[in-house]
């Protein structure tokens, strides 16, 4: 038999080709269709689960589709409708390691958490108050804030910056007696979390200094209870180490999410620290009421300066891409100020490569109203959502219970 001609063969085996595209897309919405656990939220639907589900409105439509959970973790929860949501994230996205931290920046109190490990949703926060975890660029609050406190820098001091922000190297920290190169300023140093100018800014203020000024932000501090446990923060006194201590650069710089929060609620209220509270959670996890530390305050200039900063990396720095119209409605947006700050680095303890966010959503027709969030995540070799894009609809669940709007 004459074979057909080449041309005709090649579109016999496209159709082919597209025929077996459109079945594999049919079979994979025949497997998920009706699980509501498995839909992931996207710009056109960040609403999540409504407070209807949460209210046993559609229990039969959950019975229907999805095999029982336990579920007592979320109903003993200060807000039930927060902490559905943030179990449904963690069952959508599937986090090797995770702790997701939702808390009421005026009462301090903890409103919602969720916990992956072990590939399950746990069902009690043992991550909550563990400092095992590296703080990666998180630490740069601290940087910043000692270059402030110091008055040797403000945010809009230009600062040199020799090669590539993401990394760091003996020789971007020597610097020319004339030098007339690239610049960025300190704020923008966080925002963006330039390392090798963050390490500029600690070698300045010196080892000691950077420490002290932990300090005041709960590093090296032996909580009540051990809760939460000491993070830890020891930059030696000179040399290439503070480099890497000051930038993030290092696994021996340790935080755990409660004191996150804290840091983050103290810089938003201008507050000396405390570490966030709950009725809600069994004793060992976190404080069961508030109590404020006699911590030395900052300056106002310093919380102004760090409050901006955290204002930027949203706004045009490493949170800009995800907290945007992506994930939270333009109504929102138009209604919150969000700051925060990012973080990334490989961790053992559980091992994976870290992805933090700490940061506030706060309504600016009433600042009193507003809210914490920290995302901490630690990948294997699948990556799950970046902890921005986690952090924006947490922020956009809460806007739509929290904000009021005139009719």
């Known amino acids: 038999m004459k074979p057909l001609p080449r041309q005709i063969r090649i579109i016999?085996?496209?159709?082919?080709?597209?025929?077996?595209?459109?079945?594999?897309?049919?079979?994979?919405?025949?497997?998920?269709?009706?699980?509501?656990?498995?839909?992931?939220?996207?710009?056109?639907?960040?609403?999540?689960?409504?407070?209807?589900?949460?209210?046993?409105?559609?229990?039969?439509?959950?019975?229907?589709?999805s095999p029982a959970i336990d579920d007592s973790h979320i109903k003993s929860q200060k807000d039930t409708v927060l902490a559905q949501k943030i179990h449904g994230l963690l069952k959508t996205y599937k986090p090797d390691n995770a702790l997701?931290?939702?808390?009421?920046?005026?009462?301090?109190?903890?409103l919602a958490w969720g916990e992956r490990k072990d590939s399950a949703v746990q069902s009690v926060p043992s991550y909550l108050a563990r400092s095992t975890f590296p703080a990666a660029s998180l630490i740069k609050t601290v940087t910043l804030a000692a270059a402030l406190e110091s008055r040797k820098y403000?945010?809009?001091?230009?600062?040199?910056?020799?090669?590539?922000?993401?990394?760091?190297?003996k020789r971007q920290l020597k610097i020319p007696e004339?030098?007339?190169?690239?610049?960025?300023?300190?704020?923008?140093?966080?925002?963006?979390?330039?390392?090798?100018?963050?390490?500029?800014?600690?070698?300045?203020?010196?080892?000691?200094?950077?420490?002290?000024?932990?300090?005041?932000?709960?590093?090296?501090?032996?909580?009540?209870?051990?809760?939460?446990?000491?993070?830890?923060?020891?930059?030696?006194?000179?040399?290439?180490?503070?480099?890497?201590?000051?930038?993030?650069?290092?696994?021996?710089t340790t935080l755990s999410p409660l004191l996150a929060a804290a840091i983050t609620r103290s810089i938003l209220l201008k507050k000396s620290l405390e570490i966030p509270w709950s009725q809600h959670l069994p004793t060992g996890f976190a404080p069961s009421g508030a109590n404020p530390?006699?911590?030395?305050?900052?300056?106002?200039?310093?919380?102004?300066?760090?409050?901006?900063?955290?204002?930027?990396?949203?706004?045009?720095?490493?949170?800009?891409?995800?907290i945007s119209k992506r994930h939270i409605s333009k109504r929102y947006l138009n209604r919150l100020n969000i700051?925060?700050?990012?973080?990334?680095?490989?961790?053992?303890?559980?091992?994976?490569?870290?992805?933090w966010f700490a940061g506030f959503a706060e309504d600016n027709q009433n600042p009193e109203n507003a809210v914490i969030v920290v995302v901490m995540q630690a990948h294997g070799e699948m990556r799950s959502q970046p902890a921005t894009q986690v952090a924006a609809l947490l922020i956009q669940y809460w806007a739509k219970e929290y904000l009021s709007f005139a009719q």
């Open 293 to 322: 530390l006699e911590a030395p305050l900052f300056s106002q200039n310093t919380y102004y300066g760090l409050k901006t900063a955290m204002l930027q990396t949203v706004k045009s720095g490493t949170g800009r891409k995800n």
């Open 178 to 252: 004339k030098y007339n190169g690239n610049t960025i300023s300190a704020m923008d140093t966080y925002a963006k979390s330039c390392n090798p100018t963050a390490a500029i800014l600690g070698l300045s203020v010196g080892g000691d200094y950077l420490k002290k000024t932990g300090e005041k932000l709960g590093y090296n501090t032996a909580f009540p209870e051990n809760i939460p446990e000491t993070s830890a923060f020891n930059p030696p006194d000179t040399g290439f180490g503070l480099a890497e201590a000051a930038s993030g650069f290092t696994q021996e």
């Open 12 to 65: 016999n085996r496209a159709i082919l080709i597209l025929l077996g595209i459109l079945l594999l897309v049919q079979c994979g919405r025949c497997a998920f269709a009706g699980d509501p656990d498995e839909n992931i939220p996207g710009e056109k639907s960040t609403e999540g689960i409504t407070s209807a589900d949460s209210s046993g409105q559609n229990s039969a439509k959950y019975a229907l589709s």
């Open 339 to 355: 700051g925060g700050k990012t973080g990334s680095k490989d961790g053992d303890d559980p091992p994976g490569r870290y992805d």
């Open 154 to 169: 403000a945010l809009h001091t230009e600062v040199p910056l020799i090669g590539k922000s993401t990394t760091l190297y």
């Open 100 to 110: 997701f931290l939702m808390v009421d920046a005026k009462t301090n109190e903890i």
